[in-house]
């Protein structure tokens, strides 16, 4: 007795099996997205948007998020997240929002923060590198 037949048939019966519970997947995400408000179910028309992070250490990053009316320099650790400062200067928040529409990502995040505290009169001790990473003070 052979048993490669009923391996075949099988394997066919698998194939068409999967194809049609993807298909099914496929239908109800379309029907999902019809009948759900699209803020619901894409994210569109976000309130918080991540401008960018920039990592510091293990688990340790600067993150820049963009809520209504201002933008926010957040330190993330693994316990906590703290302000670090908020931008609420018009000009800049422009300035931030015209480099994301012009070239999203172009720009890196130590060159956003940069350009943002120079508009804001804020001195640089050389904290950040040309390259966005720490550097040392001494």
């Known amino acids: ?18 194809g049609a519970v993807l298909l099914i997947l496929w239908a ?7 009948f759900m408000p699209s803020a619901a179910v894409a994210g569109r028309n976000r ?12 688990k340790k990053s600067i993150a ?8 926010l320099v957040l330190g993330v650790g693994t316990e906590q997240i703290q302000l670090l400062t908020r931008i609420d200067d018009p000009e800049v928040m422009a300035e931030v929002a015209a480099a994301q529409t012009a070239q999203p ?17 804020m001195k640089s001790d050389g904290a950040i ?3 966005g990473r720490a ?4």
Not at 28 to 34: M, S
């Open 1 to 18: 007795m052979n048993g490669s037949p009923d391996l075949t048939m099988a394997t066919l019966k698998m194939v068409l099996s999967l």
């Open 28 to 34: 109800a995400q379309r029907g999902v997205r019809r």
């Open 47 to 58: 309130w918080i948007k991540v401008l960018g992070t920039h990592p510091l250490g293990i």
């Open 64 to 71: 820049m998020v963009q809520v209504p009316g201002a933008i």
């Open 105 to 121: 990502g172009a720009a890196g995040f130590g060159e956003q923060l940069k350009r943002m505290t120079r508009s804001l009169g």
């Open 129 to 131: 590198s040309e390259d």
């Open 135 to 138: 550097v040392s003070g001494q």
